[in-house]
């Protein structure tokens, strides 16, 4: 059983950062690929970046692509999302996933794990 613990988020204008973090419980963390997804209200769930189990191989949306990076610490058994250049329309509740085997996936039934969330809102 792995457990993701979020931190990060927040409010901030547009053109401003905010780093996510996503601290995972467990010997295994180094196995699993990791994914960032979120979600605004009344929308679904979407995809916004991915990373293999070695930080080797990085996927993002093309949303986000160029703003944001995902990178992984699997000495302190930690991903996080690195977003620059915030619009309004990045807000969203942001969670972070794990999945157990293979390659990173843009789906998000394909993760078997999930953070509890934490809320981005850029302001105009």
């Known amino acids: 059983q792995v457990q993701l613990v979020q931190s990060g988020g927040g409010l901030v204008q547009a053109g401003g950062s905010l780093r996510l973090s996503c601290a995972a419980s467990?010997?295994?963390?180094?196995?699993?690929?990791m994914g960032w997804f979120r979600q605004a209200p009344g929308k679904e769930r979407e995809f916004v970046a991915a990373?293999?189990?070695?930080?080797?191989?990085?996927y993002y949306a093309d949303s986000v692509k160029g703003r944001f990076t995902i990178s992984r610490d699997n000495a302190k058994n930690t991903v996080y999302l690195q977003m620059n250049s915030l619009k309004p329309e990045d807000t969203a509740n942001y969670y972070c996933?794990?999945?157990?085997?293979?390659?990173?996936?843009?789906?998000?039934?394909?993760?078997?794990?999930w953070g509890q969330g934490t809320q981005v809102t850029v302001s105009s």
């Open positions: 996933a794990g999945k157990m085997a293979g390659e990173p996936a843009l789906a998000a039934p394909e993760y078997d794990y």
């Open positions: 467990g010997r295994t963390f180094s196995r699993y690929a």
């Open positions: 990373i293999s189990w070695n930080g080797g191989r990085t």
